[in-house]
């Protein structure tokens, strides 16, 4: 079975600065996917941004960007320029691709990241 | 993007009663639905696996007299909290497959928040 990690319960960090969030995980997998998603005080489940192993390019989305090292297991999230709307929980979340759509997402125990005004 | 809708909310209800979830994907089909609890402060999740005509997958240590999960049709998956006691008190949250996507991603709705008197 898949594990995630992060080790992070919380973190704060002033607006406009840099944050990076962290990620292990665990598996035997050599092909599947990698997410963050941020769940702001709504609850609503945002996708942050993806990463599938077999890329070697690190995933970018505007401000965020990930740190994937495959041997290592680890995909961390880099918040640049943070903004007040970034305050949120972030999830870790692994998936290994199966059929017909199954696939099913591990999540991380999450990071509480506040912004800090 | 690809919406979700579940409904009600929130909902209130005594022990003993059940209690019924609509998790709906408002403009796409989504054959696999996914069923999340999560608690407070923690991570999500995930309860059982729903596809369309078939019987729902529920995950090691889910009761599924107690959670009954129906996906009747390419729009709707239903979960039914039977008997529901204190202790199922939760935050309900499903998301839905678009298999026209290539790329993965589970859309979430934005969760129904369960007390149990």
């Known amino acids: 079975a898949q594990t995630v990690t992060q080790s992070q319960p919380e973190m704060s960090v002033q607006e406009a600065e840099t944050v990076t969030l962290s990620c292990t995980y665990d598996t035997s997998e050599n092909n599947y996917y990698l997410f963050w998603y941020k769940q702001p005080p709504s609850r609503q489940m945002i996708l942050v941004i993806r990463q599938e192993a077999y890329k070697q390019q690190n995933a970018t989305e505007n401000r965020f960007s990930v740190n994937f090292q495959k041997a290592a297991k680890s995909f961390s999230l880099k918040i640049s320029d943070s903004q007040l709307g970034d305050t949120a929980m972030y999830f870790c979340a692994f998936m290994k691709p199966a059929n017909f759509g199954n696939e099913k997402l591990t999540f991380g125990t999450g990071t509480r990241l506040t912004i800090i005004p | 993007g690809a919406v979700v809708s579940q409904h009600p909310s929130w909902v209130i209800c005594k022990s003993g009663t059940s209690v019924k979830i609509e998790c709906r994907s408002l403009d796409f089909q989504a054959t696999t639905m996914f069923w999340y609890r999560q608690f407070p402060k923690q991570s999500l999740m995930l309860m059982a696996t729903s596809n369309e005509g078939s019987k729902a997958t529920y995950e090691q240590g889910v009761e599924k007299d107690k959670f009954l999960i129906n996906h009747a049709s390419l729009t709707l998956s239903t979960l039914t909290v039977t008997s529901a006691h204190p202790e199922d008190s939760s935050f309900y949250i499903c998301?839905?497959?678009?298999?026209?996507?290539?790329?993965?991603?589970?859309?979430f709705g934005p969760g129904t928040r369960l007390t149990v008197l």
């Open positions: 998301s839905a497959r678009d298999l026209t996507v290539s790329y993965n991603e589970q859309f």
